[in-house]
């Protein structure tokens, strides 16, 4: 099938599965502590500096200029991220520089994403399929905070970074349609992006049947 074709069935095949992860009981994440704003962005911090990791390390392993350039903006758009949310959590009275987000080591999303030898992988797994994770995450999160009288982080999600990660999925299918060309390029996305939306579920699974937290952002 041509490019077109593929990134289209790719985003439905995405879609269907996110519309399965969507209800609030089912995307849990990783957290300690009582389910409030403050604890939900300890979470957000290392899904941060994980985004913006990986990026980074994909961006100084590929020669392709358009794939530098989009990684480029993502790791500088995460690392705002983090900052931004370690600013907010000081307003809220918990000092980030004290607080090690990747303390128990980087989580089997981003140990999968660090296997992908591929350029066309690495823009289906990471770009494309966990960037529209991440909006969905977000969209949840912004309704936990409005819900829970916090204007200020709803409005922080829903004003920079909710769009800013819907921009790094659109990069993503803008490479994807240039790279996605062949039957083998097109087999490989689809391993990859099918790969991360199951670890995704795996680990939000996990967190619900040993902490039944939910709603926090990121990915």
Not at 35 to 44: F, I, M, S, T, Y
Request: charged fraction near 30%; aromatic fraction near 6%.
């Amino acid at each position: 099938m041509t490019a077109q074709e593929f990134v289209a069935q790719l985003d439905g095949e995405n879609q269907r599965r996110l519309g399965l992860l969507a209800p609030a009981d089912t995307l849990k994440p990783e957290v300690e502590g009582d389910l409030n704003v403050l604890n939900l962005l300890k979470v957000a911090l290392r899904n941060e500096i994980e985004a913006t990791e990986i990026a980074a390390r994909w961006l100084v392993t590929t020669d392709d200029v358009d794939v530098k350039l989009a990684l480029a903006r993502q790791v500088g758009d995460e690392a705002k991220h983090y900052r931004m949310i370690a600013e907010r959590l000081r307003a809220l009275g918990f000092a980030a520089t004290s607080f090690d987000p990747l303390a128990k080591g980087y989580g089997p999303l981003f140990q999968y994403l660090d296997t992908l030898k591929t350029t066309v992988e690495r823009v289906a797994a990471g770009q494309f399929t966990r960037e529209a994770i991440a909006v969905v995450k977000n969209r949840q999160f912004i309704e936990f905070c409005d819900h829970a009288g916090d204007r200020e982080t709803a409005a922080m999600y829903r004003d920079v970074i909710e769009p800013d990660e819907r921009y790094h999925h659109e990069l993503g299918r803008t490479l994807l349609l240039r790279l996605a060309t062949t039957a083998e390029a097109q087999a490989a996305a689809t391993r990859a992006a099918r790969r991360t939306l199951e670890l995704a579920d795996e680990l939000q699974k996990k967190a619900l049947a040993t902490a039944g937290i939910h709603h926090a952002p990121g990915c």
